[in-house]
């Protein structure tokens, strides 16, 4: 359209207002050249009476003289209320718009008509002003396109309308038959409905698959449900009154098509008959196929035979549906559901990709796939089965028709799965090369090899799965090309296989070593070809497994005449039994691995001279075996007589005692360990009574065991001051045990008898052991006092003060330890604090706690002497410093009697410990204090501690006087000195008792100050520590620092002199210089005076 086309304003404000367009997506609309098209044949011809408009989801609007399909959407329907063309000037009057949706177009254009359209064109008002006939002939043409509308909407509905004729009105008389032309329109009505009526009802549920389809049961289901109620609808219309004025029409005008018309009646009425029925049977197996969709696919397979029986229900119930034709097309329609769900399940094209990562996992699904799928025609086959059972014994038909029919396009579907199982199992069998290694020589080698082969089989796995195709479905054959390709490369692997096997087997000396690489390889010795070529050198291992027969044989014979070889540790006849045991699993091992082979190998003698040689050595392990047992019976018989006469203890010559022929008892019970391992030995009288009571024996033994050596341990180790005080009860027990010896293993009672006894000696041991602990507790910490520091030195530090108070808590707290322990040791034994025997016993322990305390004061003492010693002390032990005080130099605490104080507090610290344990002894007065002091070995050491202090203070009176070289620092007056030293310039000697004054000079103080200074660096160098005799720490630092400073002091007299002096005696510039030199501090004039 060139320019703007005026017709299309009446559209233009509907749609865009309808369909809410921009102006800009109206105008792209109508300038497409289809478009306009569209709308000039709509405006230009009077054929088109309707123009629908709709939004398009792929295109946007879309325009069409025809009804939209599909359309869910709104659609817009322009309508013409005449049948001419549109012009600008009539557009408004002749258009009406209206929007619907898409599924009710049809519907409106009918309403429109019926409703708008038809009236207008019937009312003479309005057709008044027409050319004669117009009106008519348009009348007819809407009703023509009325029944065209109702058609085309049945159609869509899936149902079948039948149209009116023409003329006819449900006012006309069916009576008055003066219109021919009504009679002819109903004549060719008849036809129409014939027509339709026989194209529908030959339609067929079968067409799809007639087709190559594959149509699922619900297509059945529906297209019966669809037939029923499009008969019921054409039945419906047929009983309309249009429908009756039809018939009565043409049956009053005897009408040829009459009888074509009652043709139809039938027709549908028994088609409806037809349609109920089937739709009714149909409905249990609907219901029943639909809870199968809804299933997990694991369970379809049980469900299949459920599934088949509704099928059979249909077949028997139905009168119309019980045909083999349909059968077929049912069975096929359920078979094509099953392939749907089955490709479902396995998802089409996910299936090849998992051979590389996981195989198995597919494989099982495919598995169960088959299983499925079989399991439904194992079904059908019983079925079919039933019903020809059934057939013979009642009037009801079998399903006679080919299974094949039924199962073409299943069997096919199977046959890809087989071929897709294949590729899975092989994939999941070859993928265990990856862990294949074999040993050997040329292990290494071969196992390169392997790797190889594997890699290879990767690649082509690899090729499989990357293929484009849907490998589920049958139709698309590219899927068997991969496949045979697939095939062949499997081959050829498997030669390379077959090469590295065949070495591998031929360098196998043992048949164990090639049962092993079979089981190793049997993913892969499954495969025919493989199988069938290695079968040649599998034979080799029939013959392993012959020699190795041989060889045991040969054992046999060599050691069955040394049983000294095989019973090092067992008893012989057990031992021989354990051997002939071995003897037969080592047998069984040999056959077990020809069994491993056997069905690799080609069925020949061999195997049966494999099992009759194994059967051979069998017997003569067998018949060895019954002798050995029956010798071994008869003598453990005569053993379990000896035993049960044996008394059940015996006191021997030492006064212990002991179990009577405790060695051949324990020899006895450890047989008949034994014995109740083999299971099919048969023992005598005695030795099966022995056996029976075998636990309650050794138990008995046990205990008897356990209370001798517990009897034997009191009186071995019994103390001599303790035997006193258990005297009276080994004798009751001795009493006791007598009957133990009256007794033997044969009698009555023992186990009762040993219980009561040895509770009696376990508690005697007990109270006895407990009272040795006691004893042996309380020698311990007697022990432990003997070991105790009382003096303790860290390294080289030096002693400080005396015994510590956690020394003397300890001692305090084990000397009441062991009075308790004392107690505990009475009331065990049982004695009274008034019997000599325990009053022997205190004194005992009373002499061993004071020894005890005698080697802790040694000790100590010892250590005060040692450390005192110059010829054994490592480091200075106590210290004393040296000071410089008014009266001249002294020591600090005195060397004399300060130090000589010190040590006896020590001495008397290091006694006191052995005052704060109680006596145990209550005859023994006084504290182990008092008897410790009287001890010469004490005495004797303290002398040497005294000894050593007198050494040391020689010493150190020695070392003061050495330093009373500089007792003139200390004891001239400064003073004096220094007006004698500014009268003469010097001092006077003690003979000088007149000399001449001679002023000091510059020089004079510079050699006093040099003096002084020279003093001082002899008295800084002085040592601080000084130890005396190797024991005796002397710290001379006070007595240094006090001699320095009285040097200072003299220092500090000269030269003080010497700044008072500066400017009126002395040169200026050399006093200056003395002074610095001295290291005084200058005023700051005279350091101005120097600068300058």
């Not at 003066?178 to 194209?199: N, Q, Y």
């Not at 009037?395 to 199962?407: E, I, N, Q, R, Y």
């Not at 009751?732 to 045990?737: I, K, P, R, V």
């Amino acid at each position: 359209m060139e320019g703007k086309d005026e017709r299309l304003d009446p559209l233009h404000s509907f749609t865009v207002k309808s369909l809410r367009l921009d102006e800009e997506r109206w105008r792209e609309f109508v300038s497409e050249e289809e478009n306009q098209v569209v709308f000039n044949s709509f405006f230009n011809a009077q054929d088109y009476c309707h123009l629908f408009i709709c939004k398009d989801p792929d295109s946007g609007l879309s325009v069409s003289l025809d009804l939209p399909q599909n359309i869910q959407t709104k659609v817009l329907c322009v309508s013409k209320t005449a049948r001419e063309a549109v012009t600008k000037e009539n557009s408004r009057k002749i258009l009406t718009c209206q929007e619907v949706q898409g599924e009710d177009v049809l519907s409106f254009i009918i309403c429109v008509t019926e409703q708008v359209t038809c009236p207008l064109l019937s009312n003479p008002e309005s057709s008044s002003r027409w050319v004669a006939g117009v009106a008519d002939e348009a009348l007819r043409f809407m009703e023509r396109q009325k029944n065209e509308t109702l058609v085309m909407k049945a159609q869509t509905e899936g149902r079948t309308f039948l149209p009116h004729p023409e003329g006819l009105h449900d006012g006309t008389d069916g009576g008055k038959l003066s219109d021919v032309k009504l009679l002819h329109a109903c004549d060719w009505t008849i036809i129409e409905w014939a027509e339709l009526t026989s194209e529908f009802l030959q339609q067929d549920s079968s067409q799809p698959v007639l087709d190559g389809l594959k149509p699922l049961p619900s297509e059945e289901f529906h297209f019966w449900k669809n037939r029923l109620m499009n008969l019921v609808f054409i039945q419906q219309q047929l009983m309309s009154s249009r429908a009756q004025q039809v018939a009565s029409i043409v049956q009053r005008a005897e009408s040829v098509y009459w009888s074509t018309l009652r043709d139809i009646y039938r027709d549908i009425q028994e088609g409806v008959k037809e349609a109920d029925d089937v739709t009714v049977n149909l409905t249990q197996l609907q219901d029943r196929l639909e809870e199968v969709e809804r299933m997990e696919y694991q369970q379809l397979g049980d469900n299949m035979a459920s599934v088949l029986e509704e099928v059979r229900q249909v077949w028997i119930r139905s009168e119309f549906y019980c045909k083999p034709c349909r059968m077929v097309v049912l069975l096929q329609e359920i078979c094509n559901l099953l392939i749907h769900l089955s490709r479902k399940f396995l998802r089409g094209e996910e299936v090849m990709r998992c051979l590389v990562s996981d195989p198995g996992l597919v494989l099982d699904d495919v598995r169960l796939v088959i299983w499925t799928l079989q399991a439904f025609k194992d079904s059908y086959s019983r079925l079919r089965t039933q019903l020809e059972d059934q057939n013979q014994d009642s009037a009801s038909h079998s399903w006679d028709f080919p299974s094949h029919l039924v199962f073409f396009y299943l069997d096919n579907f199977l046959q890809r799965l087989q071929g897709i199982q294949e590729a899975l199992y092989v994939s999941l069998q070859l993928s265990q090369l990856d862990q294949a290694v074999l040993s050997g020589v040329c292990g290494r080698m071969w196992t390169d090899v392997v790797q190889d082969v594997y890699q290879d089989f990767v690649r082509q796995v690899t090729v499989l799965s990357e293929c484009n195709c849907d490998p589920t479905n049958p139709d698309d054959e590219s899927f068997d090309l991969y496949l045979d390709q697939f095939r062949v490369q499997v081959s050829d692997l498997e030669r390379c296989l077959v090469s590295v096997l065949s070495r591998a087997l031929e360098n196998c000396s043992i048949s164990s070593t090639a049962a092993k690489l079979v089981n190793m390889f049997g993913f892969v010795l499954a495969r025919p070809l493989i199988q069938d070529q290695l079968r040649p050198h599998l034979s080799r291992v029939v013959e392993m497994v012959l020699m190795e027969l041989d060889q045991a044989e040969l054992l046999f014979y060599s050691q069955r005449e040394r049983p000294e070889t095989i019973s090092r540790f067992t008893p012989t006849p057990a031992a021989g039994l354990c051997w002939t045991q071995q003897l037969r699993l080592r047998a069984e091992d040999s056959v077990r691995n020809y069994r491993t082979v056997q069905h690799l190998c080609e069925d020949s003698g061999e195997s049966q001279l494999v099992l009759h040689r194994f059967q051979q050595i069998m017997d003569l392990l067998q018949d060895f075996r019954e002798t050995v047992t029956s010798d071994w019976s008869a003598q453990l018989d005569s053993d379990s007589v000896f035993i049960l006469e044996q008394p059940l203890i015996q006191l021997n010559q030492q006064g212990m005692l002991g179990v009577s022929s405790s060695c051949k008892l324990e020899e006895v019970l450890r047989e008949l360990r034994y014995v109740r391992r083999e299971t099919d030995m048969e023992l005598r009288h005695y030795a099966a009574h022995l056996l029976t009571c075998r636990n309650d024996i050794t138990q008995s033994y046990l205990s008897l065991r356990h209370m001798v050596s517990c009897y034997n341990q009191v009186v071995r180790d019994v103390l001599q001051v303790e035997l006193p005080l258990i005297q009276d009860q080994l004798q009751d027990l001795n009493q006791t045990l007598s009957e133990l010896q009256r007794n033997t293993w044969g009698s009555e009672g023992v186990q009762q008898l040993v219980e009561q006894q040895t509770h009696r000696v376990l508690m005697f041991h007990s109270s006895v052991s407990e009272a040795r602990a006691n004893m042996d507790t309380m020698m311990h910490i007697i022990q432990g006092w003997a070991e105790l520091h009382l003096l303790q030195r860290t390294g080289d530090s030096l002693l400080e003060g005396g015994a510590t108070e956690h020394s003397y808590r300890r001692i305090r707290e084990e000397g009441q330890e062991l009075l308790r322990l004392t107690q505990v040791n009475r009331s065990l034994y049982g004695a009274t604090d008034s019997s000599q025997s325990w009053i022997r016993y205190l004194d005992h322990i009373d002499d061993k706690v004071q020894d005890g305390l005698f080697q802790l004061l040694l000790r100590s003492l010892h250590f005060l002497s040692d450390n005192m010693n110059p010829q054994t002390c490592s480091a200075a032990l106590l210290a004393v410093s040296l000071q410089l005080q008014e009266t001249g130099s002294v020591f600090e605490p005195s060397v004399g009697g300060g130090l000589s104080d010190v040590l006896m507090t020590i001495i008397s610290d290091v006694y006191t410990a052995a005052s704060l344990p109680p006596r145990i002894s209550e005859g023994r007065h006084g504290n182990y204090q008092v008897a410790l002091q009287q001890s010469p070995e004490l005495s004797a050491l303290e002398q040497e501690v005294m000894q050593h202090l007198l050494q040391v203070k020689e010493e150190a009176e020695h070392l003061r006087v050495g330093l009373d070289r500089y007792s003139h620092l200390w004891q001239s007056d400064r003073q004096g000195v220094m007006q004698e030293f500014l009268t003469y310039s010097r001092q006077l000697g003690p003979e000088e008792l007149e000399a001449d004054e001679t002023p000091p000079t510059l020089k004079d103080f510079q050699r006093e100050i040099e003096s002084l200074h020279r003093l001082s660096g002899e008295v800084t160098h002085l040592d601080e520590v000084i130890v005396l005799c190797g024991w005796l720490q002397v710290d001379l630092q006070p007595f240094r620092d006090s001699l320095l400073s009285i040097i200072h002091d003299w220092k500090n007299m000269y030269t003080d002199y010497l700044l008072d002096s500066v400017s009126d005696r002395f040169p200026l510039t050399e006093t200056i210089l003395l002074l610095e030199a001295a290291g005084v501090e200058l005023p700051e004039h005279l350091s101005a005076q120097l600068q300058c």
